[in-house]
């Protein structure tokens, strides 16, 4: 740390990312990323000719990208029984989901009114908290990590839950998300669905009912983009336009002109996204099932990513064993964690690689 730093930030704790080796090839399981390449459309858009608009800034209010993101979740919500327009206005784009979350905590919490989140979860909401100097709230969850809306009863904080949950990949019923929305209405309610297409139902639903409702996304797990950053928030017209004094006191260009176009893409190719995302779901019940066969115990993941552990070892021994055989996996240093590792659902061949080592390993 230099002499400069101010002191604010002096005891500031970073979000560590998971690993992203550049030099070794590993059998990559560890970041929830998709085993699939971005759809052929995206291959398409970035083209020569759009490498040569870079000279130009990119469009501040991603136009084009609002648009496609507001599409596909005005049919989402009809195909769900309700009947209204997610419009223009009630989407705000970002630099991966991180950056809308950013703005988020930095427009609605103070020194008097933090977050609150369950205690297993993203590990950068409480980080967030910390670079914005405000309180973190860390609810506990039940024995079997499930989160107990009613330990949410009675707080002043603002409450964000990623649904399915970070590291447990749990699911919390759209039931339990409308009492907490009803319970605090004076209150912002962050669902982070950054795992949600992977077997959860979409909060976006409530939002003709709830103002106080803000969904987050990402194009970064269920739509191969985890690389071109594109993030996004649904929200009343009045959150989004908080949100974009944030953006524009910020970085009114926070997407790029080839994120833009390839975000478009990802939002329009329905076929592919629904196509991939089948089989990660059908890849995590045949890993769930073959790692139960050799008696590991395994969540009930509604997302892309399992957290198991084995009674023979802890998790940083597992994650340690399988690194040096060319298998990445997340060992998270939560206490509450320490016998587990969360493991991305990848390609068959990856997961049948992993299951290999884990034999081997475990002399199963
Ligand atoms: N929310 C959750 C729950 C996550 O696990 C992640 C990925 N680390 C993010 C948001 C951020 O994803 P991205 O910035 O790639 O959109």
């Known amino acids: 740390m230099s002499k400069f730093l101010s002191e604010k930030f002096k005891d500031l704790e970073p979000y560590t990312p998971g690993e992203q080796p550049q030099d070794k090839k590993y059998v990559k399981l560890n ?10 459309g995206v291959m398409k858009a970035l083209s020569e000719e ?51 979350l950013a703005f988020i905590f930095n427009a609605y919490t103070d020194k008097d009114k933090g977050m609150a989140c369950p205690e297993i979860g993203y590990g950068f909401y409480p ?15 039940r024995d079997d990590f499930s989160i107990d809306i009613s330990a949410f009863k009675g707080i002043s904080e603002n409450i964000t839950i990623a649904n399915p949950n970070a590291q447990t ?17 004076d209150r912002i309610i962050v669902i982070d669905e950054a795992y ?40 009343s017209k009045e959150i989004i336009q908080d949100l974009n004094t944030i953006k524009y006191s910020f970085n009114p260009y926070n997407l790029n002109r080839l994120s833009i176009l390839a975000g478009v893409e990802a939002m329009k190719d329905v076929d592919y996204f629904n196509k991939t995302r089948k089989v990660v779901m059908e890849n995590r019940e045949y890993l769930k099932e073959e790692l139960k066969k050799l008696g590991f115990k395994v969540t009930d993941s ?11 070892m802890g998790g940083k021994e597992l994650y340690l064993k399988l690194k040096e055989r060319g ?12 016998n587990w590792v969360r493991i991305t659902i990848g390609s068959k061949e990856q997961l049948n690689v992993l ?6 390993i475990l002399g199963a």
């Open 169 to 185: 990949g749990l699911y919390l019923s759209l039931n339990d998300i409308k009492t907490l929305l009803s319970e605090n209405k």
């Open 196 to 235: 949600c297409d992977f077997g959860g139902e979409s909060a976006s639903v409530l939002l003709d009912e709830y103002e106080n409702l803000i969904v987050v996304g990402t194009l970064s797990k269920s739509r191969q983009l985890a690389g071109g950053r594109v993030g996004f928030a649904i929200a």
């Open 31 to 40: 970041t929830n990323e998709s085993p699939f390449k971005p759809c052929p």
């Open 127 to 141: 980080v967030f908290c910390s670079l914005y100097g405000v309180p973190f709230k860390s609810i506990k969850i």
């Open 327 to 338: 298998v990445l996996v997340r060992f998270l240093s939560d206490e509450l964690l320490k």
């Open 302 to 312: 509604k997302s892309n990513f399992i957290l198991v552990s084995t009674p023979k």
């Open 50 to 100: 759009a490498v040569s608009q870079l000279y130009l800034y990119s469009d501040p209010t991603a136009n084009k990208l609002v648009e496609a993101i507001a599409e596909y979740y005005t049919n989402y919500v009809k195909e769900n029984g309700k009947n209204f327009v997610i419009s223009k206005e009630n989407v705000i784009v970002s630099n991966g989901s991180d950056e809308v």
């Open 355 to 360: 299951l290999k080592e884990i034999k081997e």
